[in-house]
């Protein structure tokens, strides 16, 4: 597993493997439980190449049509860089108000209007996670409709309830991490597709 900051600068550990997958929360949140999701489930892919981007501290501005076409963050041109460069995804978001948060739609807006199709059909595992019961299942299921207009092929998705009932010491088990594995296995069947 790979690990970098917001600057895509910092790379902590690696595993190598001919698949490349990068992986992210779309939250800002400093203790955000979604990057903690995003960390485990990574690192149950260690026959991967998994990079795990943070992108808590990002500071964007709220994307405005007023700003196209001559302004991107640095950040959106880094992340569109290196959305080409991997085989594959893994994206945990948390649930706002039955939606998607601010923070990663505005990402999602400013992907959408300098890269069409940003994902290039790749293939993508949605994660999600809240404290409640709910996992973040109703964002889910928004982002799994929303997403493939943004060029994501979402080959799985798996919503953990009840955070800090269910994620102890670090990690996730029984049926939860049973239902998580399945969703990795498919997620890495469609990998297997690409050339």
Request: contains cysteine; hydrophobic residues 35%.
């Amino acid at each position: 597993m790979l690990y970098a900051d917001c600057t895509i600068d910092t790379i902590k550990y690696k595993y190598m493997s001919t698949k490349k997958i990068l992986a992210f929360a779309g939250s800002n949140h400093s203790k955000s439980i979604n990057y903690q999701l995003v960390e485990f489930t990574s690192s149950l892919m260690s026959d991967l190449e998994v990079l795990v981007l943070d992108i808590r501290s990002w500071k964007l501005p709220m994307y405005s049509i007023d700003l196209d076409p001559d302004q991107t963050p640095k950040e959106i041109s880094n992340l569109i860089s290196l959305i080409k460069e991997y085989d594959g995804f893994v994206i945990s978001s948390p649930e706002h108000n039955g939606a998607t948060p601010a923070f990663f739609k505005n990402i999602i807006d400013w992907l959408s209007r300098r890269e069409k199709k940003v994902f290039d059909n790749k293939p993508l595992l949605l994660l999600s996670t809240s404290p409640g019961q709910g996992g973040g299942a109703n964002n889910l299921k928004q982002l799994v409709h929303s997403l493939p207009y943004q060029g994501a092929s979402v080959a799985a998705s798996f919503s953990l309830p009840s955070f800090y009932d269910n994620f102890k010491d670090g990690e996730i088990s029984g049926d939860l991490l049973d239902q998580l594995n399945k969703s990795i296995y498919e997620f890495k069947e469609s990998l297997s597709s690409i050339e």
